[in-house]
């Protein structure tokens, strides 16, 4: 009589935590790479501490992981830090600051920095 119901919590348990061993295995993978230097897999590992995939959700750490990358080049790192600053998280927040990384990330090919700086400077701009 019980069995259906429970063979469904059991298949349902089984699988959750497979997503969660596979969310927390990417996680750890791009961490390995972004301890190599990999400004790629610190900019992925930025976004996962930003959002809590395979890990807690920390701000501060995902702006330090951005900045490794952006200090790198590495133009959507530069457009990551740049919104961490102006929404003032993870990092004190500072419109200036912000400016000076999308304007990077514009310079470097990256639309939505070019976007987000002439938002902030001129009140317009398009992310495509």
């Known amino acids: 009589m019980y069995r259906k119901p429970l063979f469904c919590i059991?298949?349902?348990?089984?699988?959750?935590?497979?997503?969660y061993g596979e969310t927390l295995s990417r996680f750890q993978a791009a961490m390995i790479e972004a301890e190599k230097g990999n400004p790629e897999a610190q900019n992925k590992v930025g976004t996962y501490y930003k959002i809590g995939i395979g890990t807690e959700q920390n701000d501060t750490e995902a702006a330090s992981w951005y900045r490794k990358a952006a200090d790198q080049g590495y133009a959507e790192a530069q457009f990551n830090l740049g919104?961490?600053?102006e929404e003032g998280k993870g990092v004190a927040g500072n419109i200036e600051t912000a400016l000076s990384w999308y304007k990077k990330a514009c310079d470097n090919g990256w639309k939505c920095g070019c976007r987000n700086y002439m938002i902030l400077t001129e009140g317009k701009g398009e992310c495509n």
């Open 10 to 19: 059991v298949v349902l348990l089984l699988f959750s935590g497979s997503v």
């Open 83 to 85: 919104e961490m600053y």
